[in-house]
Nanobody, 126 residues
Framework: EVQLQASGGGLVQAGGSLRLSCAASGFTFDGYEIGWFRQAPGKEREGISCITSFDGTTYYADSVKGRFTISSDNAKNTVHLQMNDLKPEDTAVYYC???????????????????WGQGTQVTVSS
């Protein structure tokens, strides 16, 4: 059974940093892509970053580009999202998800992601 466990959220002041982790079990990252999404209160869930297992291609939404970094530790079957220079508008529940993808093109098309983690809350105070 494919399972994803997101962790690392918390409360941080604006300008601070957090590192989220997405631990996978029941499958290995080979042939998969991992995406990070977030949903703020009253807003739709948005895709913010993804990484492919094929060659580590990454993608960032404009809202996080230059501040967030996604990386994978294949030996530990874990993907990290390093979030720096956090802003109050980054406050949201963050989810990781997995989709079949053995290409070097990274996608954040949510219907393509078949497995989702439970989410971790990130709150940034001003």
């Amino acid at each position: 059974e494919v399972q994803l466990q997101a962790s690392g959220g918390g409360l941080v002041q604006a300008g601070g940093s957090l590192r989220l982790s997405c631990a996978a079990s029941g499958f290995t990252f080979d042939g998969y892509e991992i995406g990070w999404f977030r949903q703020a209160p009253g807003k739709e869930r948005e895709g913010i970053s993804c990484i492919t297992s094929f060659d580590g291609t990454t993608y960032y939404a404009d809202s996080v580009k230059g501040r967030f970094t996604i990386s994978s530790d294949n030996a530990k079957n874990t993907v990290h999202l390093q979030m720096n220079d956090l802003k109050p508008e980054d406050t949201a529940v963050y989810y990781c998800a997995a989709m079949d993808n053995d290409s070097h093109w990274c996608s954040l098309h949510q219907p393509d992601f078949g497995s989702w983690g439970q989410g971790t809350q990130v709150t940034v105070s001003s």
